[in-house]
């Protein structure tokens, strides 16, 4: 049974989520979907992206992790399907994939969205994922993509004295989730002391594993289930009282003097 997993910036109020899994359903019956999200801003491939990077190797090999966020403004957009890592992704060319993966995966093509003719562009999702489940294969589908979009990678600054982070994701909590990873951290601190800087005189001089490590209402910075550092307010929302949206930035410096 082939396992699909979705992640969309639809919203949930619209048809189109339904759509989507009725025409994907009707392309391969015994699959089993699964939604990773359909609340991603729209056209926020970062936000997507970010997701996606986190959570698609949580699942078993070979699943077929279908991304549909396209980029406001970027006219006509190609559709990429690419093998890595033993799992296969089918995303527009506007830079989304460049941003989940660390490193060139193994195939990525060019879907042909010419010769077929198919009538909407879910269709052409769908013969993508036929061919995946069907003939565990994406080079019969389009020719290799040798100049699809990069987008710079979401990673930190990182050097002796500091890491230069970025806040990438607000979630429903008003966490201030940072693009700035326990192995960063774990690579550079050693023995030394550190405080955690954002916005203009906000500053934490320690780490906490739990929220309730703090009295309600105080501030903390902790790594997440997925390694990432966040800023947060045991009971409230970091990214509104602290002044925390999505690109904010937030350093780490290393000192003993402090």
Known sequence: MALITLLTDFGEKDYYVGLFKGDLYTATPSAKIVDISHSIPPYDIVTGAFFLKNVYAHFPK?????????????????LLAAKYQNYFFIAPDNGFLSLVFDEKP????EVDMKQAKLNTLEDYYCRVVKEIVFNHNIGSIGLVASDYIEKISMNPAVNESNIIGYVVYVDNFGNAIT???????????GNK???????????LNRMVTN??????????????????LEICINGGNASE????????SVKIVFDNNF
Do not use: W
Request: charged share 25%; glycine share 8%; net charge positive.
């Open 193 to 203: 002391n550190m405080r955690i800087d954002f916005r203009k005189f906000d500053t």
């Open 106 to 109: 193994d195939l990525i093509v």
């Open 211 to 228: 929220y309730n490590d703090v009295p309600p209402t105080y501030n903390l910075a902790r790594f997440n289930s997925i390694g990432f």
């Open 62 to 78: 070979g699943t077929i992790h279908i991304a549909r966020v396209f980029e406001q403004c970027l006219g006509a957009q190609r």
């Open 179 to 189: 693009n700035i990873h326990k192995n960063d951290l774990e690579r550079f601190k």
């Open 241 to 248: 009282l602290l002044g925390l949206p999505v690109g904010e």
